[in-house]
């Protein structure tokens, strides 16, 4: 039949599949020569799975209607008649010629793994049909019936396929348990990469005609690692062998070119199929699985920074800590407030007791000397209110002062700590990698303003001496990741390096672990690995392996050394520093003041009858008894001044007054 002869046909079976319920005009319905009963079996067993499925038909008229009307009457679930929905993992392939199926096992999607088909071949199949090589159907689960026989197509981890020929429907049940792959051995690749895998020493083999460079294992304390020992449970439960390679070239992993390409690493391998799985701290992510396979995640990494840990340090200005610059803003408007009230008080209702506030400069004085306590004169009539709370506060804010100064000058006081991407920006760090430029989109969040500088900051290196040189000049951040809670550097350093680091506290990326596999293995590898997880040996090897492979120099960088461990040290000059400048200004100005008064007094008097303030201040106090003081004050400045020591004409002076 020519192709367009089939086309033709397919359009008219699509018509009359779509006619109605009476969509067949045929008297007496054909026998089938599967029953109802085998058929529904058939069906069941061959997809347990998928839940639609594709339906191709090829034949005589009759061919058609029976196999259709059988189909109908056995399946329960969705399908779809000559067409293709990458949806429906199921494929029924009914044909009483051999070239109809093969042409349409041409258009099923074969390499998913998940892929089932069923074959019903309506003759007799000889034993040298094509449709017996297991190769053409790639990694799909095949079941083949016809009127000769019944066959299975062999697992796809299985290399031959072979069809194996069984004698009931029910033994076409497809195996859902732990897979055998009855010792085959598997092409694996990784690389030495703590605490996933330590496997170091390598072998130059050709492995399928290809030069590799193969582990060797048969060292137990390189036969390590997190990945490896999960990686090797999964072996010894599926009954494969293995043998590990490095993948070539820098990159480890490889990565996506601007063309949509993968180049490089491990990746690559699995897209050329030299190797079936993969593993090593492989990253959940979107490039990674739209070329490949993945299994579920089994962990967890953060990417984070080791920074130089806070310096002790001692400031001049270590009197003024025990209040933030708030609280002594608040305390410098609050005295300049009270001293304006005081004074216009004073200057607006004039009294005895209150004259002495006339002067801002010694209401300010005298505010200060009763804040700190260390002035307390007796005459506070009129004022009295007010000089009690302002006492009161002042004793609450020296308190304060003074226990958490006492805390303070006798405990260490560190530098910042460096645990965000501003401040590891702002504190000038630069940091480095071995190898290739990495993605840096990987690393960072480029879209935040201060991680889009990290990359700017970032230096290669060639070696370890070139990374021990940077960290000793303490303006260099150590990359690496958290795994299990512990710090691991991306590349080698040795434990003295990590003395002066601490670990960052926001992490500047995540995700999530691990492996890469071709697609016949997901399923099985996934099963293996979520049972791993839910009886806890995952859960072992990572503990059991960070216990044992973590130095003590990555857990010191967890734990912060800037803290106040109780412990007292004795006060240096430069915390007091401050106060002894206040010092030094006071007895420098107070010298002063005296100098000047000397120099005032040896000058000769203007005149003999100069009287000092103060004592015509007490004069005018004396004759107040009857006279208002300011009445009297004014009098007494109009008169003829005298010497303090005349008392005769004191007396005199008040008896005139009065």
């Not at 006619?19 to 067949?24: D, I, L, M, Q, T």
């Not at 085998?38 to 038909?57: G, H, Q, W």
């Not at 293709?84 to 109809?100: A, K, P």
């Not at 630069?430 to 991680?451: A, I, R």
């Amino acid at each position: 039949m020519e192709d367009g002869e089939k086309s033709g046909e397919i359009k008219q079976l699509a018509l009359i599949v779509f006619a109605g319920e009476n969509r067949f005009l045929v008297h007496e319905e054909p026998k089938s020569w599967i029953s109802e009963t085998d058929y529904r079996t058939m069906l069941k067993e061959s997809f347990p799975f998928a839940r639609c499925c594709n339906v191709f038909i090829n034949g005589t008229f009759h061919e058609v209607e029976q196999s259709l009307n059988d189909f109908l009457r056995a399946y329960s679930y969705s399908y779809i008649i000559l067409q293709s929905s990458y949806d429906c993992q199921g494929y029924l392939l009914i044909s009483s010629t051999e070239e109809n199926l093969l042409w349409t096992l041409s258009k099923v999607p074969s390499t998913i793994s998940t892929t089932e088909i069923l074959i019903i071949y309506n003759s007799d199949l000889l034993a040298n049909s094509r449709l017996f090589n297991g190769s053409i159907y790639n990694n799909a689960n095949v079941n083949l019936v016809t009127v000769s026989g019944i066959w299975s197509l062999s697992e796809n981890f299985l290399q031959p396929r072979n069809f194996e020929e069984i004698e009931r429907y029910t033994d076409l049940r497809f195996k859902n348990g732990l897979s055998n792959f009855k010792g085959r051995e598997l092409q694996i690749a990784s690389y030495y990469n703590p605490p996933m895998m330590y496997l170091k020493r390598t072998v130059k083999k050709t492995v399928n005609g290809i030069q590799a460079e193969i582990y060797l294992t048969d060292n137990d304390s390189e036969r390590d690692g997190i990945e490896l020992r999960m990686f090797m449970l999964i072996a010894e439960r599926l009954n494969f062998t293995w043998s590990i390679r490095s993948p070539p070239g820098e990159y480890k992993y490889g990565r996506l070119t601007d063309n949509n390409t993968w180049e490089g690493g491990m990746i690559s391998q699995l897209l050329a199929k030299e190797i079936d799985l993969a593993f090593g701290g492989i990253w959940l992510k979107a490039d990674h699985n739209m070329l490949t396979n993945l299994t579920g995640p089994w962990g967890l990494l953060e990417i984070r920074f080791l920074v130089p840990r806070p310096k002790p340090f001692t400031s001049f200005l270590a009197l003024t800590k025990p209040f933030t610059p708030l609280v002594w803003t608040s305390v410098i408007l609050t005295l300049l407030w009270q001293t304006c009230y005081m004074t216009i008080r004073a200057r607006v209702k004039p009294q005895e007791s209150t004259k002495r506030f006339r002067r801002f400069s010694y209401t300010c004085m005298e505010l200060v000397g009763r804040l700190i306590g260390v002035w307390m004169p007796r005459r506070i009539s009129g004022v009295k209110i007010q000089l009690q709370f302002w006492q009161i506060a002042g004793l609450v804010l020296v308190t304060a002062y003074c226990s958490s100064l006492a805390a303070t000058l006798t405990g260490t006081e560190y530098e910042e700590r460096i645990d965000t991407v501003k401040q590891f920006v702002e504190a000038g760090l630069t940091w480095g990698k071995e190898g290739p430029l990495p993605t840096f989109n990987e690393y960072v969040n480029l879209n935040d303003k201060y991680s889009a500088i990290l990359p700017q900051r970032f230096k290669s290196e060639k070696n370890y001496q070139e990374r021990h040189l940077r960290i000793l000049e303490g303006k260099y951040g150590i990359v690496g990741r958290v795994v299990g809670g512990v710090f691991f550097p991306d590349n080698d350093v040795e434990g003295p390096d990590f003395h002066n680091y601490r670990l960052m506290m926001n992490p500047t990326g995540g995700y999530y672990l691990c492996f890469a596999m071709q697609p016949w293995l997901v399923d099985k590898v996934n099963m293996m690995m979520l049972r791993a997880i839910e009886t806890g040996f995952k859960s072992f090897y990572l503990k059991d392996v960070i216990h044992r492979r973590a130095s003590s120099s990555l857990r010191e960088v967890l734990v912060e050394h800037d803290k106040n461990n109780g412990t007292t040290i004795p006060l240096a000059l430069t915390p007091l520093t401050s106060g002894f400048v206040m010092l030094t200004v006071g007895l420098t100005v107070a010298s002063v003041v005296f100098l000047f008064e000397l120099f005032s007094k040896n000058k000769p008097e203007k005149s003999s009858d100069l009287m000092y303030p103060k004592n015509r201040d007490s004069d005018a106090a004396t004759c107040e008894g009857k006279k208002d003081f300011r009445q009297a004050r004014k009098e007494l400045n109009i008169t003829k001044l005298i010497k303090p020591g005349n008392t005769k004409h004191r007396r005199n002076q008040c008896s005139r007054i009065q």
